[in-house]
């Protein structure tokens, strides 16, 4: 079997106080999930904090170390809570101003509405030193690559805009495949014969997820790897085992 | 002003491998963000993590030590992936087995549905020793509290009934109460009046959140405290501020 190619891990901070309270139910953490199994970078770890000065600086500095790529949701507006960029930067110890390039695209934008580009608004404009902008095709203000984290905007679309912009530059491994077999019976019967199929097949992870439907129990088994040849032999064997007609 | 009685605070570690590639939408973080904040007991943080022993081992004691509550939802089931229960006791050096109270309930479970109670499904009823086991009204196969630690399911329905089964037990604080202004202005426009506001309320918490609705930029402002006079003073000055007919 070839030595397989070193597989780039990421992580992702979700920044929000309204997370956490309960107000507002986030997106962001699945949307990116599904974009970064797509380009071959398995999400390895979630956190999400409120908007804390020294809670952003730790888990920056903490999973800045240990992951390929960091992405942060959150905390970039106009409003005195938004308290990203300032954070990430000195989790970084890297200066952080008003930046030319931060400030045109600002101000083009404002401009072309007829709005003033007030101090609140040019908070948007700070930008650490050394950071590369992401675009931000729905409101203008932009986001930002330091080393390897990204920030982004908390706003749904906002954020799936910029993880469009940002994921092309990001280099990618072998995209994880998967395929689900559903199995009309309890867990608790398919647990052996599970088990004894991963020991078979160590290089493809197994998963199994229970569900109640119309007070029926059955599982979808999920099987995941980057071969899609295994992945077919794997289900192969799983279907002759729990063959589909028995309901 | 009285001094404020502590306030107990909660973290949450999500576990499953399901939840980080994107296949599942989590929905139990935010139905436990809900609760705890009307029971008095903020939820601090949360981690998703996958299905991984030394990332759950290390997460629970990181947040035991840190919060008065960690509820960890996913990784209780039958089937080998399912490593939560024994994670969580390494995590407190305690020993865990099949336990008579937890054995005695899956067993009347299963033989009033003619369903074996199965190697596997005794696998449910591996509880560490010194854990209180916590109802499931659902599917029979309870949760434990460990010290502070409250293991809970990962399937919704069943996961909801657990946290309905242990908040009671918890000792809350004040509810964080919360009311909403809708401004039809650009975040940019209110955000030096919203942060003079919140200089003068610091007992309060004040959160902006933009929306774009057919076109029109709008901001939801949030004003939280645990008193409610309070938070009708604050409420009144930002409408005073910004009166609700200006659209």
Redesign the interface.
Known sequence: MPQAAHTPSAAMIVI???????????SN?????????GHGV??????????DRA?IIAAVQVLSRVHDHVFTSGGI?????DITAEAVAAAFDAPIGVRDDARAILAAHYAARG?EL????L??ARIPDGATLIENP??AAPGFSLHNVHVMAG?P?VFEAMVASVLPTITGGAP?L?QQLTVHR???????P??DL?DRHTDL????????RGGAFGVNV?V?GTDGARLNAAIAELAAIFPPDIA
């Open positions: 929000g106080d309204e997370i956490l309270s309960g107000r507002t139910r986030d953490m699945h949307h990116l999930a599904m974009a970064l199994t398995p999400l390895a770890e979630v956190r999400v904090i409120g908007d809670a507006g106009p409003t005195h809570d709005t007030n101090t609140a608004r908070r948007m729905v409101s706003v679309t994880l998967s309890g867990e608790g019967d398919i647990a052996g599970l088990s991963a992870s197994f998963g199994s997820y229970p569900f109640i999920v995941r």
